[in-house]
Nanobody
């Protein structure tokens, strides 16, 4: 059983920063990539950022240089540094591990509001 534990969500003012972390535990045979998706109320699930085991990254179009994903392979951990946050970034952020199967975290709420 693979578990993903997310941390770092919370309330932040517009223009502020947050750092999300996600650690995978359990019997993990293969990790191809780890990353983050988000879902805002009334909106579709969308890719935020993904990073492969080799370090290649892919970001959602809306990120536009504001977020940085990084990974510690030895610790099965992925981080998402989010800067210049906007109210429209408010959403539940979900960690994903893609290997032989896909595994999802329970989500962490990010609220950007003054």
């Amino acid at each position: 059983q693979v578990q993903l534990v997310e941390s770092g969500g919370g309330l932040v003012q517009p223009g502020g920063s947050l750092r999300l972390s996600c650690t995978a535990s359990g019997i993990i045979l293969t990790i191809n990539s780890m990353g983050w998706y988000r879902q805002a109320p009334g909106k579709e699930h969308q890719l935020v950022a993904i990073i492969t085991r080799g370090g290649s990254t892919n970001y959602g179009d809306f990120v536009k240089g504001r977020f940085t994903i990084s990974r510690d392979n030895a610790k099965n951990t992925v981080h998402l540094q989010m800067d210049s946050l906007k109210p429209e970034d408010t959403a539940v952020y979900y960690c994903v591990l893609r290997g032989t199967l896909d595994y999802w975290g329970k989500g962490t709420l990010v609220t950007v509001s003054s």
